[in-house]
Nanobody, 123 residues
Framework: QVQLVESGGDSVQAGGSLRLSCAAS????????MGWFRQAPRKEREAVAL????????YYTASVRGRFTISHDSGRNTVYLQMNSLEADDTGMYYC????????????????WGQGTQVTVSS
């Protein structure tokens, strides 16, 4: 039902910044969680930042808190991830995902996934 397309991934030096975008194909009045996940080589996919449209609440994993900011533009039906002070450990494939209802950090709870956009941070 929901198609997601990510963009903005790139190769940057440590300390640099990137902004990822995730455009949703459909508009809905139902509250949902739109999240950013990442998967580094040989590691499992983890939630990075989550946005709940019902209350505009945000949630972050500890390793990115203070450096990353998730935001949502309802008019453009797009969620963004502003990433500052990037570190080598931030390297990975970043995916946008959506589930109906409130946010969770459990990747298995998300119904829709984008194709991913690669972020590479060199030091």
């Amino acid at each position: 039902q929901v198609q997601l397309v990510e963009s903005g991934g790139d190769s940057v030096q440590a300390g640099g910044s990137l902004r990822l975008s995730c455009a949703a194909s459909t508009v809905t009045y139902a509250s949902k969680c739109m999240g950013w996940f990442r998967q580094a080589p040989r590691k499992e996919r983890e939630a990075v930042a989550l946005f709940y449209t019902g209350t505009r609440s945000t949630y972050y994993t500890a390793s990115v808190r203070g450096r990353f900011t998730i935001s949502h533009d309802s008019g453009r039906n797009t969620v963004y991830l502003q990433m500052n002070s990037l570190e080598a450990d931030d390297t990975g494939m970043y995916y946008c995902a959506v589930r109906w209802g409130v946010c969770t950090f459990d990747r298995s709870s998300y119904t829709y996934w984008g194709q991913g956009t690669q972020v590479t941070v060199s030091s």
